[in-house]
T-cell receptor, first 117, second 112 residues
Framework: DADVTQTPRNRITKTGKRIMLECSQT?????MYWYRQDPGLGLRLIYY???????NKGEISDGYSVSRQAQAKFSLSLESAIPNQTALYFC????????????????FGPGTRLTVL | SQQGEEDPQALSIQEGENATMNCSYK?????LQWYRQNSGRGLVHLIL?????REKHSGRLRVTLDTSKKSSSLLITASRAADTASYFC????????????FGKGTLLTVNP
């Protein structure tokens, strides 16, 4: 979805390096999410933010940190990358104000493929 | 931990056939959604069914939900080669801390 962009799209780095993945959205949504996807494991939630002042850990937050710089921007950092953080990372946004109650349909960015050597 | 679990893990059919994928979950939900992912790309929302609904249609997609069995199915009719993708179910629950939990997906291959 072009309304959610991620940079970089691909990154190769070495163990111990600090890495930042960035996500920007033009959908005007308050809620933003970071997931990682590994083969055979589906998507797992790393962190999520329901507004600029709200940050919550997901199921696999260890080794990661996030920053919500503005409604439109949500960054994921790996302070000291390790090989088992090699994965496909997705940012997503959602708007809970759908008709009939919260729907939380999510809109995904194109992903960042991260390789840690 | 994943809430939804898709079955089968992989499905291969011929163009024109119908494809059925199933999703089972463990706890009560507000809604259940299906997403599609083309290889290496972001997920795209297909359809949402609320916990008080039993069936929903969108084009060639038909979704059913059985809350007593904690299961859902996604039917794609008259499949096309372009339907080749991974399909994920996601369950929505949690009240004010509402978020989705994704399953591991079904890889559908439609052979021309």
């Amino acid at each position: 979805d072009a309304d959610v962009t991620q940079t970089p799209r691909n990154r190769i780095t070495k163990t111990g390096k600090r890495i930042m993945l960035e996500c920007s959205q033009t959908k005007g949504h308050d809620r933003m999410y970071w997931y990682r996807q590994d083969p055979g494991l589906g998507l797992r939630l790393i962190y999520y933010s329901f507004d600029v002042k709200d940050i919550n850990k997901g199921e696999i937050s260890d080794g990661y940190s996030v920053s919500r710089q503005a409604q439109a921007k949500f960054s994921l950092s790996l302070e000291s990358a390790i090989p088992n953080q090699t994965a496909l990372y997705f940012c997503a946004t959602s708007d809970p104000e759908g008709s009939g109650g919260p729907t939380d349909t999510q809109y995904f960015g194109p992903g960042t493929r991260l390789t840690v050597l | 931990s994943q809430q939804g679990e898709e079955d089968p893990q992989a499905l291969s059919i011929q163009e024109g056939e119908n494809a059925t994928m199933n999703c089972s979950y463990k706890t009560s939900i507000n809604n259940l959604q299906w997403y599609r992912q083309n290889s290496g790309r972001g997920l795209v929302h297909l359809i949402l069914i609320r916990s008080n609904e039993r069936e929903k249609h969108s084009g060639r997609l038909r979704v059913t939900l059985d809350t007593s069995k904690k299961s859902s199915s996604l039917l794609i009719t008259a499949s096309r080669a372009a339907d080749t993708a991974s399909y994920f179910c996601a369950t929505g629950s949690g009240g004010s801390n509402y978020k989705l939990t994704f399953g591991k997906g079904t890889l559908l291959t439609v052979n021309p």
